[in-house]
């Protein structure tokens, strides 16, 4: 049930952004975007329907739809299906998030996590994207962050419908692999503790980055590599905050968040050190993570992302964030794995 198998590479690119998710990108930047990518070498690709009401869906389909379609792995999602009538993008309820997406299109999105939402949803995708196949479908967000207080409703919609659906395609074929794309650790928890879904592995974002990571190093880390799924870290930026952007879990970052980030900038100027490369090497240091999927809007970023993977961070640099108790204790560290070798 792993996705290492699965996926090409430690580096894929999600497209969240592309659905306008802070600003109204033109479509050639959103094309070059994906084009970028590609030139990069990257060949997974997460999308899903909410990313802008389908806008993601249907720009990366275009994007790649002049490469053969065995030379890449997809994923997209279920749990939300777009309408064709049309509703006001800033008066969606998104719980904590709301105003993400605003510039999207504007079609209607409804919560839906039974089977038969998740077979219509899989069919809309495939045909924004263009493509007759998906390999991996996470399940989204039915967490705490969209759903306050009635996640655990939206939980068990999903247990009996989406997780069975999935299931079902997986044995038939249909699909590789399908697991939770969620922006919270206790969803996957919960997943791993029912005997009757089987995911191969959880999108989790936010959640094991260089600013937040405790809880899923303490309690899903070691649960999911038990049971081999694996952890593909989404958001490994906190949204930009730790790439040089001003978001933290989607909204403005506060003056702590920046002050940590800030003092975090310090410690790897002294060392010659990018955040952005301790970032996304910090998160691929965890045993139990098979790829970082970080999103851009902006064709350049690639470069970026793909300097930042093979950036040589000196040990030194790694000792003093754990003195300084930036990481956790007992967080996995690049440093660590060179010297078990
Ligand atoms: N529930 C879920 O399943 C879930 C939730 C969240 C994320 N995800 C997946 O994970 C992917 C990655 O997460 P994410 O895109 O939300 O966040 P992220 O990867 O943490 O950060 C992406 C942001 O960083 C910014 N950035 C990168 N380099 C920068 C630089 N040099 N200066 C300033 N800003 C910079 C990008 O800005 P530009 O836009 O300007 O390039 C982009 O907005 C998503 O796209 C999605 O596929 C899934």
Redesign the pocket.
Known sequence: MSLKNKLPGLLGF????LGN??RNIPEAEARATVDAAWEQGIRYF???PFYGAGLAEIRLGAALSRHKRDDYVLST?VGRVIFDETEEPAARNLGEKGGLFEFGRPNRIVNDYTADATLRSIDDSLKRLNTDRLDIV?V??IAQDFYGDEWLTQFETARKGAFRALTRLREAGVIKAWGL???RVEPCELTLDLSEAQPDGF?L??RYTLLDHERALQRLMPAAAKRNVDIVV???????VL???T?FEYQKASPEIIAKVEHIKRIAQRHNVSV?AAALQFSLANPAVAAV??????PE?IA?DRAALAEVIPPAFWHEMREQKLVAADAPLPVDRKQEK
């Not at 999600?14 to 952004?17: I, M, Q, R, S, V």
């Not at 989404?234 to 930009?240: E, L, M, N, Q, V």
Request: charged share 20%.
């Open positions: 999600g497209t969240a952004p998710m802070f997460d999308t899903a999602k996470w989204h967000d794309g969620v922006n999108l974002a936010g989404g958001g490994p930026y906190s949204s930009g790439a040089g952007g978001h952005k999927i970080p999103g851009a809007s902006r970023r970026e």
